[in-house]
């Protein structure tokens, strides 16, 4: 048990928390059946989150593991500034703040 939690559950939490947030984006959820083969012929895969996953996993461990309580927000803000250099961060940090009623004045 790597960072004080199970990682098919944590995994299966975020999977469910990742799949409304990119249902509500328009996102299709794909499938593949390992047992019958490991890329369709739509050339659906899993590399890319499987890769994306280690890529996770290695950012936490560098911040010397997390928590049975380790929320998913954490997977959102890492996914989100990967997704942006710091400058773009900030910006946009900013920029939602600036839009958001709840901040207003």
């Known amino acids: ?3 004080g939690f199970h990682y098919a559950n944590f995994i299966g939490n975020i999977s469910k928390h990742l799949f409304v947030l990119f249902a509500g984006l328009g996102y299709t959820h794909k499938a593949v059946n390992h047992s019958q083969e490991y890329v369709t012929a739509e050339g659906v895969h899993t590399n890319h ?3 994306l996953w ?3 996993k290695r950012k936490f ?3 010397n ?3 049975r309580s380790f929320p998913p927000s954490h997977l ?3 996914l989100w500034r990967r997704q942006r250099s710091k400058d773009q961060c900030f910006q946009d940090l900013v920029a939602a ?3 958001n ?3 207003q004045v």
Request: aromatic share 12%; hydrophobic share 40%; proline share 4%.
């Open 76 to 78: 959102d803000e890492w």
């Open 49 to 51: 989150i499987e890769s």
């Open 1 to 3: 048990m790597a960072y």
């Open 65 to 67: 593991g997390a928590r």
């Open 101 to 103: 009623p709840k901040y």
């Open 61 to 63: 461990k560098s911040m």
């Open 54 to 56: 280690r890529e996770a």
């Open 97 to 99: 703040i600036a839009t």
